[in-house]
Nanobody
C-alpha cells in the first residue's frame, strides 16, 4: 500500500510560517502531479494547491494565493508546502496527495477524487 508521509506541522502564531514536506519512502514522485489539501474540524476536505510533474505549473486556492507556495525537489523525492503569513483560519489537518499521470499534464486537479493516494495528515494550528 502506498504510504505518503507528511511532516512539518505544528503550532504557530498568526503571521508566522511553516513548511510542510511530503515524501513516500520507496516511491518515486516523478510521474505524479501532487496536491495539498486541508480539513478543519467539521468541514470538508478542501483543495490548497497542486504542482505538476515537472514542477513548472502550480495552482492555488484563492484563500492561500500569495501566501502559500508549493515546490518539489526531485532529487529528494519530496514535495513542499511553504506557508507564510498564517492566519487562524488556516488551522487544519494538511494532507498531501498523489495523482499518477502517464504523460505530463498541467491541467488543474482540485478535487479529492482526482487523487489516488494520500498521506495521514499533519496538524497545523495557528493562534491569534
Amino acid at each position: 500500500q502506498v504510504q505518503l508521509v507528511e511532516s512539518g506541522g505544528g503550532s504557530v502564531q498568526a503571521g508566522g510560517s511553516l513548511r510542510l514536506a511530503c515524501t513516500a519512502p520507496g516511491r518515486i514522485f516523478s510521474r505524479a502531479n501532487m496536491g495539498w489539501f486541508r480539513q478543519a474540524p467539521g468541514k470538508e476536505r478542501e483543495f490548497v494547491g497542486s504542482i505538476s510533474r515537472s514542477g513548472g505549473t502550480t495552482y492555488y486556492a484563492e484563500s492561500v494565493k500569495g501566501r502559500f507556495t508549493i515546490s518539489r525537489d526531485k532529487d529528494k523525492n519530496t514535495v513542499y508546502l511553504q506557508m507564510n503569513s498564517l492566519k487562524p483560519e488556516d488551522t487544519a489537518v494538511y494532507y498531501c496527495a498523489e495523482k499518477q499521470t502517464i504523460l505530463s499534464d498541467n491541467r488543474y486537479f482540485g478535487t479529492v477524487s482526482d487523487y489516488s493516494h494520500w498521506g495521514q495528515g499533519t496538524q497545523v494550528t495557528v493562534s491569534s
